[in-house]
């Protein structure tokens, strides 16, 4: 049963959580404020890895990347339910460490793209000996041919963010790889770099046009985390999130370049937050303003900042997660070095005439909610708990692990991918 907020006084605040995500979480702030309740976890089972989810253009369908199991799973939702209608291994004999790390949908809906990591191990000694990546281009109809592979084409090392231009003509691919801070990479001498591929004659012509290598002969761990195109589908943004960076260039700017670098394009240092932590910047999604300006939003996921940077990189807003905002009963970290809440991925959305943002907060297992009608001064609106059941308390993360992101363009659906217990949450606007 939804609770209003007034039944809910006592939290203090302005907002409500449900016990095991059967109740409204919301807020009020003025006439036009968005506001939400969770209907509905999807439980897929926690070997699913439900990182990556993107809505099909349309259509009430949702496509879902579960990146260790290397599956795609095509979801129905159902007014204020979830439906699993197909699901397909898509290389059930690879027993390798690769992964389905993120999916993009066409916006004619007929296909979808997944990013997929490659390494290769020597046999005798098990050494990782490859960091490879490619994009999976797969038919994603509700027939029996969901999941049939369309095209595999080679891209950078460790692929982790896929982006499909408005138009359906360019993919943007962050190409991570991955070594920096321990990570899943550890062959010297590969480097990270963001891929343009041309898919307008089709995806079975799919080609790489442009490869942007990022160097670091400056600035070290220049690894890209998240790429997204302009409305103009030409201006590509991508987060690099161990460098607190974010690049910015223009496709049509590469033209005559045989061998693109970051010097080719504007890198810029993102700013620390009002403690001094760095952002590691991780998801950016592109919105426009109440005056139709363009500006992009970027998740700071290590100091728990929603930051807004426009067209030529200035940054013009860098706001933080406040703990006074949200629930004393929201899980968080309390152990000091990991920021309490970690927001991820970005979904935007229009509600009341006005841009807003959901945002998954992965420590709190919840999605959280911005107007960012004003661009120079993001508000916070909202936030609502997700999945099914949480271990999580008010000062240890979230079991739930919320990643990826969402929304109908009205804000009246949004949906996340919740890796840590394997589901997929639906987020329902209060009538």
Known sequence: MRQSLLSCSSLGLALCLANCGDAASDVATGPRSYRG?????????????????????????????????????????DGDALVELRARSLFPSDTSESELTS?????????AVFTRTLETRDPTSGEQTSCGGELVFVDISDSAAFGTILKELPVGPMPDSVDVSSDGRLVAVANERDSAWGGKCKVAGVVPSVSIVDVSAGVAQASELYRVTMLEDEVVNREPETVAFSRDNDLVVCTLQDSYEVA??????????SAPTSRDVNVVRL????????????????????????????????????????????????????????PSDLPRDTSGEPPPFRPDSLAMFRF???????????????????DVGDATA????????????????????SSIGTEGIAATPTGDSIV????????????????
Not at 352 to 370: D, M, Q, R, T
């Open 416 to 431: 996340c991918a919740n890796e840590g217990e394997g589901s997929v949450s639906l987020v329902r606007v209060s009538p």
């Open 248 to 257: 910015l260039f223009r496709v049509s700017a590469l033209v005559g370049l």
């Open 352 to 370: 009341g005439g006005e841009a807003h943002l959901a945002v998954s907060l992965k420590h709190a297992g919840a999605v959280g909610i911005w």
């Open 378 to 397: 993001p508000r916070f609106t909202a936030v609502v708990k997700v999945g099914k059941a949480d271990s999580g308390t008010p000062s240890t993360p």
């Open 103 to 111: 999916v993009e949908v066409a916006p004619s809906g007929e296909w």
């Open 37 to 77: 309740f969770h209907s509905f976890t999807l439980e897929l089972g926690q070997s699913a890895n439900s990182e990556s989810i993107k809505l099909v253009p349309g259509r009430d369908l949702a496509v879902l990347s579960s990146s260790k199991a290397k599956r795609a799973t095509l979801v129905r939702l």
């Open 271 to 326: 700013p620390k937050n009002e403690l001094g932590k760095d952002p590691w910047p991780d998801g950016v999604a592109a919105f426009t303003d109440k005056t139709g300006a363009e500006y992009f939003a970027i998740a700071g996921e290590w100091n728990d900042t929603l930051m807004v940077i426009d067209a030529a990189g200035k940054l013009v807003a860098n706001v933080d997660i406040r703990a006074s905002d949200m």
